[in-house]
T-cell receptor, first 111, second 118 residues
Framework: DAKTTQPNSMESNEEEPVHLPCNHS???????IHWYRQLPSQGPEYVIH???SNVNNRMASLAIAEDRKSSTLILHRATLRDAAVYYC????????????FGQGTILTVHP | SAVISQKPSRDICQRGTSLTIQCQVD?????MFWYRQQPGQSLTLIAT?????????ESGFVIDKFPISRPNLTFSTLTVSNMSPEDSSIYLC???????????????FGAGSRLTVL
């Protein structure tokens, strides 16, 4: 599986935007870029995913570089509830439930 | 989306014993998965629980240690056998649903079962 690289930790202030980067230089053409987050004492939850184009949903936006070798998860206005570990994962189109989780980015949100 | 219930939510177990974790889903799903999260670590897939056939295990995980049942489309169990302190982890059940744009499938996870082996 192609590997992703994320910063170990990031900090933000409440109500400010947060940009969480992810590098995936060995991504293949059939790899989807998925983001999950894990809040304390909970299982991971799906945030967003994309293939080539930028994506928006009610939780976040995903900006994908033109060469697809990097992406950025954007939380438009961070809240204290957004404090979590954020995982950037490459999912091959045929891999179904097998997600290879890296160490993720620990996001701390300050009031 | 699906709602996943796991039991027990946590337990403390003695070395050498076995514990069965239950995963109940509120809708029928074809694919269910069991993950492990060791203390301070990320998640690792243990196996895919297939309804009507044996589970498919990932490298490093074997059926004798982690037997899995999948009697129907809403339920699965994972047993951690002959436990040692190294088995202290959070065990998570997940299901595959079609969600999101473009129809790409995503996983929904249960809250996990935290096992501590003494």
């Amino acid at each position: 599986d192609a590997k992703t690289t994320q910063p170990n930790s990031m900090e933000s202030n409440e109500e400010e935007p947060v940009h969480l980067p992810c590098n995936h230089s060995t991504i293949s053409g059939t790899d989807y870029i998925h983001w999950y987050r894990q809040l304390p004492s909970q299982g991971p939850e799906y945030v967003i995913h994309g293939l080539t184009s930028n994506v928006n949903n009610r939780m976040a936006s995903l900006a994908i570089a033109e060469d697809r070798k990097s992406s950025t998860l954007i939380l438009h206005r961070a809240t204290l509830r957004d404090a979590a570990v954020y995982y950037c994962i490459l999912r091959r189109g045929t891999s179904y439930g097998k997600l290879t989780f890296g160490q993720g980015t620990i996001l701390t949100v300050h009031p | 989306s699906a709602v996943i219930s796991q039991k027990p939510s946590r337990d403390i177990c003695q070395r050498g014993t076995s514990l069965t974790i239950q995963c109940q889903v509120d809708s029928q799903v074809t694919m269910m998965f069991w993950y492990r999260q060791q203390p301070g670590q990320s998640l690792t897939l243990i196996a895919t629980a297939n309804q009507g056939s044996e589970a498919t295990y990932e490298s490093g995980f074997v059926i004798d240690k982690f037997p899995i049942s999948r009697p129907n489309l809403t339920f699965s169990t994972l047993t951690v056998s002959n436990m040692s302190p190294e088995d202290s982890s959070i065990y998570l059940c997940s299901v595959l649903l079609g969600q999101g744009t473009g129809g790409a499938n995503v996983l929904t996870f249960g809250a996990g079962s935290r096992l501590t082996v003494l």
